[in-house]
């Protein structure tokens, strides 16, 4: 071999060496991404076996993956000749500039990671939160999805979940509902409670156990007012009332008990 042509391979010797570790820097992090998703799935797998709420074994998967996902950069890094230790206190100073900056997002993200671990909720449940009810869809670590009873998908901050009444109507399996009906003055009150107890108890979707139960309201305008209630299981609250105001409409009517309208009486001084 010709002496320039050594000179020219000993020249090129530094490349090819960074070469090589930039390469096995790339394969490092291919790795570790393809590691990250097969960690995150078989974490997933032996948790819901266990069965984990769904939501916080998301949770944990997405925390497995991100740890190996960052593992596998760092030692991409440190292949190709960066200082590790000097990125992990840079990293750690910017984390606590972002975290300062982002104060409330990160209060978003301990409210998540409260309600994963608490668990005042899990997904599929009606609750209403943040001035909005629906069904929980989906809860991250930002953020809780519910969908309304209109079909819309409402997205609340984990903060407003947790700072604010939270109702679960879905935890104990069973919901009271009641609708309200007015008959007029002059009418069996006697009468009309049984009618309208018998109308709940009719009444499909509504419950034996608890028994339903009527009660006197009071004195309206035009109106003798009661109020009719009935239990029923939480997937049916919403078709039960349905069913029990269309049981006391007719059951109203083959009695023959009037439900007034709204009346005015003026009386004329002269």
Excluded: C
């Amino acid at each position: 071999m010709e002496p320039e042509q050594v000179e020219a391979m000993e020249a090129m010797e530094p490349y090819i060496e960074i070469g090589k570790q930039m390469g096995i820097a790339l394969a490092i992090f291919v790795v570790g991404w393809i590691a990250s998703k097969w960690a995150h799935s078989l974490v997933l797998k032996v948790i819901r076996k266990r069965k984990v709420d769904e939501a916080l074994a998301r949770f944990l998967a997405s925390i497995v993956r991100y740890l190996v996902l960052a593992a596998a950069v760092i030692a991409s890094l440190g292949k190709v000749g960066v200082e590790t230790t000097s990125l992990v206190a840079m990293l750690g100073t910017v984390g606590l500039a972002i975290g300062l900056a982002l104060q409330g997002s990160l209060a978003h993200f301990a409210a998540g990671v409260m309600i994963l671990f608490f668990r005042p909720f899990t997904l599929g449940d009606v609750i209403s939160a943040g001035g909005h009810m629906g069904v929980v869809k989906d809860i991250g670590l930002f953020a809780t999805t519910l969908n309304t009873p209109d079909n819309e998908t409402v997205i609340i901050p984990n903060g407003s979940v947790t700072g604010g009444p939270l109702v679960n109507y879905t935890v104990l399996g069973t919901r009271r509902g009641k609708v309200k009906i007015g008959v007029a003055y002059g009418a069996d009150m006697q009468k009309v409670q049984e009618v309208l107890l018998a109308a709940a108890k009719r009444t499909e979707l509504v419950l034996a156990d608890p028994e339903p139960a009527v009660a006197f309201a009071g004195f309206g305008a035009s109106s003798l007012d009661f109020v009719v209630f009935g239990w029923s299981t939480a997937a049916d609250y919403l078709a039960m009332l349905h069913n029990m105001r269309v049981s006391i409409y007719d059951d109203l009517n083959a009695a023959g008990i009037e439900i007034p309208f709204n009346q005015i009486v003026v009386h004329n001084a002269a």
